[in-house]
Nanobody
Framework: QVQLVESGGGLVQLGGSLRLSCAAS????????MGWYRQAPGKQRALVGY????????IYADSVKGRFTISRDDAKNTVYLQMNSLKPEDTAVYYC????????WGQGTQVTVSS
């Protein structure tokens, strides 16, 4: 059973930055594409972007392209999300999971961007 633990969220002002981390255990982390997802109040969870397992190639949603960067450290079973130029519409609970996702999710980490 995989366990995912997200951290690094918080309250930040418009234009600020945050770096989220996700530690995975209980599965072979390095063979999966790993993604970051977010769920805003009243909305469905959506994929923000992901990083492939071999080449480290990254894909992002249009809404975050150029502002967010995903990276991974397979030796630490950890994936990161660097978020810059944050906007109020980035306010959400952020989760990591593989792409496509396991059925089990972590608790997520809250990101709130104030204007």
């Amino acid at each position: 059973q995989v366990q995912l633990v997200e951290s690094g969220g918080g309250l930040v002002q418009l234009g600020g930055s945050l770096r989220l981390s996700c530690a995975a255990s209980g599965s072979v982390f390095s063979i999966y594409a790993m993604g970051w997802y977010r769920q805003a109040p009243g909305k469905q969870r959506a994929l923000v972007g992901y990083i492939t397992f071999s080449s480290g190639y990254t894909i992002y949603a249009d809404s975050v392209k150029g502002r967010f960067t995903i990276s991974r450290d397979d030796a630490k079973n950890t994936v990161y999300l660097q978020m810059n130029s944050l906007k109020p519409e980035d306010t959400a609970v952020y989760y990591c999971n593989k792409v496509p996702p396991w059925s089990s999710w972590g608790q997520g980490t809250q990101v709130t961007v104030s204007s």
